[in-house]
């Protein structure tokens, strides 16, 4: 049920945002009048939803939080319970119950709590003491038994109940986060000045590129965006990086074209979008290996650089080996690269899979991620991690590894991510394993000995690292892997 909600909310949203952008550039194509996109009613419209969602997300938080144990008033009614059943027609019932009250409820809370904590050991010691006190103390001690059995039952189902909701929330709270950036990114766009238009109007004329409208739009880091309406002289097709050369000159730092727009200039007027060149690029490689005697490898991967400069490796170990383990991982990673795509940080997107992974039964299968983001501009990498086995860094003649205790996706509801931040620089190495390449490792220490391995390399190319780590580590299980293994390694590059 809670997946067909979140199922139909995304639908939903998808479709708002899809008919907003058709609006918004529809606009842009057929008016060259600036527009005050501060107080556009599409902006306002998509804020106030947005503020609705949160509103829905917020509901859901203030309702009451996990239990792990029984509040003392709920004890009292689970006594009254027990009394009823047990005590009513007891000979001994004033005696208990009027003459000596206390010592009688304090008798019965207290055995309702040894049961309630499952200790065997104060358990025989309670019934113990309850003969030649309570002429019924076997049948109590069963009543109270199955009693606490169905509420402990019920309290596991009300906690997951409210992991569901509180899941539900977590996702209403990003898709409302995620609208206020796109309303950001759709109606912050501004004109260029005038004066700004005309120069680039008559660097393009030389290139035989007409310009209508132009607008800018200013990143969170500072970095300037631009969108022109741009069209050829004489009905050529014109590759857009010709315009992008001629922007270059005039914001007097490289531009691109924007990777997922156009890329010819055609005679027919039609907006492309520009962006600052990055500084470094990415070359990468991956080496696998399957347990022995099985045909699929439960481990999967993917690297993609993003619109906005940043590039998005990931790494995830299905639980276990074989099609199953490959479709879990699979699923985790496509969702990722996803929900990144999308705009969502690494570390949002990884929260996400996990709320869907828990709402589903899945009977207690769990995938680790590995995620490293590099920022093609500085060459800053953000690692995040949940089960993840270490992930090392070689920089000339010394290797760093950063390691991780948390848990794998699936596994709670509440995902502990361990993340961290390095400085990366030209030619240093990205090396992301899974678990069964530490596993092969003898000795107390893997990842120390995996240091020596990864220096024992010598090689510039990402593909040529990985595959020659694997064989070293090969040698060590006399090359039958007990699980599947891959080493994924990423290099870094001046462009």
Known sequence: MQEWIIAMLVIGVLLLLRD??????SEMKKSAAALDYDRHP???????????????????????????YLSSSELKDLIEEAKEEVCRKCSLNQVCWTQHYPQTYQRFYGLLRILEEKDEEKLRKARADLIGVCV??????????RIMDRERQNLIWNNKLLENRMAVAQQLGEMAQLMKLLSRDLFDLTEVDMQFRDDFARKLKRRHIRVRNMWTLEQPDGKQRYYAELCTRGGTCIPAGE?????????????????????LITKDYGILGFMEEVNFKILYGAAKVTKDKENVSGDNYTCAAEENGQFFICLSD???SGLEASRESETVVDTLEQLVEAGFSGETAAKMVNSVLNLKNRDGRFSTVDISIVDLYSGMCHFLKAGAATTFVKRSHWVEAISSTSLALGLVQQADFESSTKKLYEGDFLIMVTDGVLDALPGEDPEEMMKEIIMEVNTTAAQELGKGILERVLTYCEYKATDDMTVLVAGLWRK
């Open 136 to 145: 019924n103390q076997g049948k109590l001690v069963q009543e109270l038994q």
């Open 42 to 68: 599409q902006k306002e419209k998509m804020q106030r939803y947005a503020e609705s969602f949160q509103r829905l997300a917020n509901s859901f938080y203030g309702m009451p939080c996990r239990k792990d």
């Open 20 to 25: 907003m952008a058709k609006t918004i550039f």
């Open 243 to 263: 315009a992008a050369e001629a922007l270059s000159l005039l914001c007097g730092c490289p531009m691109t074209v924007k990777s997922e727009g156009k890329t």
């Open 318 to 320: 299905g639980m276990g």
